[in-house]
């Protein structure tokens, strides 16, 4: 089962009721799956500074005095925002000479964090992307984080019924494993546990045994390897065998990707103000003008991809 939900928003008029239509559209898929849920926001870019949003079952005494003691052993200022089990930190983005800790913003403030406690759980990093999740259905994960009130540019969302791992807060979807990036998922892959030993020999961050981190992962990588989100969902055909259908976020960008076969639901929209995705067309029907909106099904192995860059672009696979 699962549900997955999109919105990408063209029209910035939009932007202040993103937290706001995505929760809808989430909580609408409940029945898909009750067993936790996930959104990703792209939101709000601060000039020079890095987003880590980390997560504690007892954040009461873990983000206590955390952003001092990260700033200290980092060699700069953080500053810390908590919403219940999470908290965002904001970093300023650079290299920082720590003698244990290796360079890079991101990659250092995993190993200060690591450090300082190792039961924290890193959700995201990036410039722009903040991820929320936890165990419990969609309407008391998005309350508990106040999602509705957050604006954006762009985000996803996942409600999951658990079929190939335990129902855990790093469990749930969506995933992040490279700045700025994230992905949902919906089916099962067959072969994620020698693309997981692969990619970790690559140097690819993998936390979890869940087949849908080995998805974003493989994408992380090859980005990393100089391909275009587009052209990295093109070769996921190729080199993820089993059934899925993906949503992919970026900085500046929205992806969608179903395999050969198709046997997961998913139905698009789109107007002059966003593009929408939902596992079923009911997660659609309370959006602004979708009376209006162009409607269809993505077509099986064909890559959909809209970018506030470019112009939107689809391309089946051979």
């Not at 890079?104 to 190792?118: D, F, H, Q, V």
């Not at 995201?124 to 419990?136: A, P």
């Not at 029907?285 to 192995?301: M, S």
Request: hydrophobic share 40%; with cysteine.
């Amino acid at each position: 089962m699962c549900g997955i939900v999109g919105l990408f928003l063209k029209d910035s008029a939009l932007e202040p009721q993103l937290g706001e239509l995505l929760t809808a559209m989430l909580i609408t898929m409940t029945d898909r799956g009750p067993d936790s849920a996930g959104i990703a926001i792209y939101g709000d870019e601060t000039p020079g500074q890095m987003k880590l949003t980390v997560q504690s079952d007892t954040p009461e005494t873990t983000f206590a005095g955390l952003d001092a003691a990260l700033g200290k052993a980092m060699g700069t200022s953080v500053a810390m925002s908590v919403k219940s089990t999470h908290a965002v930190l904001t970093i300023p983005a650079g290299t920082h000479a720590v003698l244990t800790i290796p360079a890079g913003t991101l990659a250092s403030a995993r190993a200060a964090l690591a450090e300082i406690n190792p039961d924290i759980r890193v959700m995201s990093g990036g410039e722009t992307l903040e991820i929320y999740k936890e165990v419990g259905l969609p309407k008391d994960v998005a309350a508990r984080f106040d999602i509705a009130k957050m604006s954006g540019t762009h985000g996803i969302g996942h409600t999951r019924m658990a079929t190939e791992s335990a129902v855990t807060t790093m469990g749930a979807h969506p995933f992040n494993t490279g700045d700025d990036q994230c992905l949902v998922h919906n089916g099962s892959l067959s072969n994620h546990n020698s693309l997981r030993r692969k990619l970790r020999r690559e140097g690819i961050h993998i936390e979890t045994e869940n087949d849908t981190e080995v998805g974003a992962a493989y994408l992380t990588w090859q980005m990393q390897n100089g391909a275009t989100l587009g052209e990295a969902l093109q070769s996921s055909l190729d080199d993820l065998d089993g059934f899925f259908t993906f949503v992919v976020g970026t900085k500046d960008g929205f992806g969608v990707v179903r395999d050969p076969i198709a046997c997961k639901p998913a139905v698009m929209a789109e107007t002059d103000q966003y593009v929408a995705f939902g596992s079923e067309y009911r997660a659609l029907v309370d959006l602004p003008g979708i009376e209006n909106a162009r409607v269809w099904e993505p077509e099986p192995a064909t890559v959909y991809f809209w970018s506030h860059d470019k112009a939107p672009t689809s391309k089946k696979a051979a």
